[in-house]
C-alpha cells in the first residue's frame, strides 16, 4: 500500500543516488521516495513580493519619519523619567513624608506685614503650634514647612479670600470632611480662673500658640453656631457657605469659641472632622 503518490515531475525525483566500482551513477529504485508537488513557484512568488513590500515600506520616508518621531518621543520619555526620579529623590532626602490620613486639621494665618496668607497641616491638635505661632515673615523656602499664598492686591475682602483657600484645601486636599462636632469647655476654663483673669487662663490653655479663639458678641445670630451647642458631641453636617463663615472668624479648621448666653459666657472647642 502506498502512502504517497508518486511525482511524475522529473524535477523532483529524489531517490538516492548510488555509484558502482566503476564510479558509475546508479539510481536505487528500492529506494524511491516521492513527495507531494506544492506548488513551491507560486509560493516563491508570494514570498518575493512581500519581501519586495517589506523593502519599499522599510525604505519610504514616512517609514523614516514616523521612527525617528518615535524615537525622539522615547528620548523625551526617558528624560522625563529621569528628571521625576531625581525631583522625587530630593523631596525623599529633604523632607519627612507623612501619610495624608494623619492629618486632623488645618491652621491658617493672615499676614498683613508680609501680605501672605499661609496654611500649615496639623498633626495633634492642642499640642501642633497654630500656624500664627509658627509664621515668621523671612522664612525661606527650603525651611518653610507650610503652604504659603501671596495675598493678590486686588483682593477685596481678605478675610472672603483666605476662607476660600482653606476650604479649597478641605475639599480637594486633606481628608477632613466639612462635619463639626462641637463641645464644651466651660467648666475647664473656669478652673483656670478664667472668670477673674481669662487674659492668663487663655494663655495657660494655649490660646492663641495652639488653639486659635473667637469671642461671638452678644446678640449674634449663627445657624451653624446654634446648631453644633444643641448637639454636642454629635456630627453636624456643614455647607460650603457655613464652613466659609467658620473659615472666615479663625482662618482654621479648629477653634475656641465664646459665646454669650443667657448672659452667661460659655466656651465651646469646634473642630472638622474626617468621620
Known amino acids: 500500500m502506498k502512502l504517497m503518490h508518486e511525482v511524475t515531475d522529473p524535477s523532483f525525483d529524489v531517490r ?10 546508479h539510481v536505487s529504485d528500492d529506494s ?18 512581500f519581501a519586495e513590500l517589506n523593502n519599499q515600506v522599510t525604505n519610504s520616508i514616512q517609514t523614516t519619519n514616523l521612527v525617528n518621531s518615535l524615537q ?16 522625587f529623590s530630593d523631596i525623599v532626602s529633604h523632607n519627612l513624608l507623612i501619610p495624608k490620613a494623619a492629618i486632623k486639621g488645618i491652621s ?29 515673615c523671612t522664612s525661606t523656602d527650603d525651611k518653610r514647612i507650610y503652604i504659603l499664598h501671596r495675598i493678590p492686591s486686588d483682593t477685596p475682602n481678605v478675610d472672603d479670600w483666605a476662607a476660600r483657600c482653606l476650604l479649597d484645601q478641605v475639599n480637594s486636599h486633606v481628608p477632613i470632611r466639612k462635619h463639626l462636632i462641637a463641645s464644651e469647655i466651660t467648666e475647664r476654663l473656669n478652673n483656670l480662673g478664667y472668670k477673674s483673669n481669662p487674659e492668663i487662663a487663655r494663655e495657660f490653655l494655649g490660646i492663641p500658640d495652639k488653639y486659635p479663639f473667637h469671642s461671638f ?7 451653624w453656631i446654634n446648631q453644633a ?47
Not at 475656641?256 to 465651646?268: K, M, P, V
Open 32 to 49: 524511491m521516495v516521492t513527495i507531494p508537488s506544492l506548488g513551491l513557484k507560486a509560493n516563491f512568488k508570494e514570498v518575493y513580493d
Open 217 to 223: 458678641e452678644n446678640n449674634f445670630k449663627v445657624s
Open 108 to 136: 491658617g494665618h493672615i499676614c498683613k506685614k508680609c501680605q501672605t496668607f499661609s496654611l500649615k497641616a496639623i498633626i495633634d491638635i492642642g499640642y501642633d503650634m497654630t500656624m500664627e505661632a509658627k509664621h515668621r
Open 229 to 275: 451647642i444643641n448637639n454636642l458631641g454629635k456630627v453636624i453636617a456643614m455647607t460650603d457657605d457655613e464652613a466659609l463663615d467658620f473659615f472666615r472668624k479663625v482662618k482654621s479648621t479648629y477653634a475656641i469659641f465664646e459665646i454669650a448666653i443667657g448672659g452667661t459666657l460659655r466656651q465651646f472647642f469646634m473642630y472638622f472632622t474626617n468621620n
Open 16 to 25: 538516492p543516488v548510488l555509484r558502482n566500482s566503476q564510479g558509475e551513477k
Open 72 to 87: 525622539w518621543q522615547v528620548d523625551w520619555l526617558r528624560q522625563r523619567l529621569a528628571s521625576y526620579d531625581k525631583s
